[in-house]
C-alpha cells in the first residue's frame, strides 16, 4: 500500500511516519514521498527517516498511490491538497479542521460522493477512551445538562479561530451525538484562548469552554442527580487509532463516517464563529 502526506507541519505527520517506520503492523505501507510549503518541516521529516522524497506540488502523487493523509496545519490547505485526489476517487485521511469553510467543506465532500471517494479524519479526540463512559450514560439516562473543556489557540497564522476548535465539537458529538440545534458564542478577544460555546440540543444545553489550559474534560449531568466526569491530558495515543481507521479505509474499501458526518463539525465551527462575532444565536442547519 503506497500512500503521500501532504502538508508534514504538524505533529500527525511525524507520529504517522514513526509508525510505518517502527511498527512491524504496517510494513505493507510506503510512503512513497511527502508535500509542504514549510521547507523546514519537509526537512525535519526527511531528517527522520519518515520519507526520502519531496513533491514540488500537492498534486504530483495523483495515480502513484493507493491513498493520501493530509495534515496540514492551515485547514485552508485541506481542500486545496484533497480536490486532486478526490477527483481521481483516490482515499484521503483529513486531519482537522476538515475544512476551514463550511461552502469548500460541502464542496469537498459532495466531489467525493460524485466520484464514490473514500475520506475519512477530522478531530482525533473522538477515539479518547474517557468519552466512552459518558457516551453511555447519554444514551442509556435523561440528560440534564453538560460541560466540555478544551484548549484552543486563538490568534496564530493557521486559520486563526478555525486552527483548534474543532476538538471540542468532536468530543461534544462524540458524546451528545449530531442534534446541536443551535449555538450562542462569547469572544471577548480573538487575540486571546478564551471562547464560551452555549449548545442547545434541545432538552438539554451543554457548555464548551475554550481555554489557554492544556486540558481535556468532560461532564455528564442526568436528571436523576447523577454526574459523570472524565479528564484527560495525554491525547498522542490516539494518533494510531486515526491511522488504523484510515489504513482499513482503503483495504476495505468502506468509510468509517458518511460524508455528512465529515461536514457536520464544520457546520458547527461554522456557527460558532458567526455566533460571536454577530453576537447573536445562529440555528444550525
Known amino acids: 500500500m503506497k500512500i503521500a502526506i501532504l502538508g508534514v507541519e504538524n505533529s500527525h505527520a511525524d507520529a504517522f511516519g514513526q509508525l510505518v517506520k517502527e511498527n512491524p503492523k504496517y510494513s505493507d505501507i510506503e510512503i512513497v514521498g511527502i508535500y509542504s510549503e514549510d521547507e523546514d518541516a519537509v526537512k525535519r521529516i526527511i531528517d527522520a527517516g ?21 495534515t496540514a496545519r492551515h485547514g485552508n490547505n485541506h481542500h486545496k491538497y484533497a480536490m486532486p485526489y478526490v477527483k481521481a476517487g483516490i482515499p484521503c485521511f483529513i486531519d482537522k479542521p476538515f475544512c476551514a469553510n463550511l461552502e469548500l467543506a460541502k464542496e469537498l465532500a459532495n466531489v467525493a460522493k460524485e466520484n464514490g471517494t473514500l475520506l475519512c479524519g477530522g478531530s ?19 440528560v440534564a445538562s453538560g460541560n466540555i473543556c478544551c484548549p484552543v489557540n486563538m490568534d496564530n497564522p493557521y486559520g486563526g479561530f478555525w486552527f483548534y476548535t474543532q476538538h471540542l465539537v468532536e468530543m461534544l458529538i462524540t458524546i451528545y451525538g449530531r442534534n446541536v440545534k443551535s449555538v450562542v458564542a462569547y469572544c471577548p478577544d480573538e487575540k486571546k484562548n478564551r471562547l464560551t460555546v452555549i449548545f442547545n440540543f434541545g432538552e438539554f444545553d451543554v457548555c464548551g469552554c475554550y481555554t489557554g489550559e492544556f486540558r481535556y474534560t468532560a461532564t455528564v449531568n442526568t436528571l436523576d442527580n447523577q454526574t459523570y466526569n472524565t479528564f484527560c491530558d495525554n491525547v498522542a495515543y490516539t494518533y494510531v487509532n486515526e491511522f488504523d481507521e484510515f489504513v482499513e479505509m482503503v483495504k476495505d474499501g468502506v468509510m468509517p463516517n458518511t460524508y455528512d458526518d465529515l461536514v457536520y463539525p464544520v457546520k458547527i465551527l461554522d456557527a460558532i464563529e458567526r455566533s460571536y462575532k454577530e453576537k447573536k444565536e445562529i440555528v444550525v442547519e
Open 50 to 70: 519518515y520519507a526520502t522524497y519531496a513533491a514540488k506540488s500537492p498534486d504530483e502523487f495523483v495515480g502513484k498511490v493507493d491513498g493520501v493523509v493530509i
Open 124 to 142: 482525533c479526540l473522538k477515539f479518547i477512551d474517557e468519552l466512552k463512559p459518558l457516551a453511555r450514560m447519554v444514551k442509556e439516562k435523561k
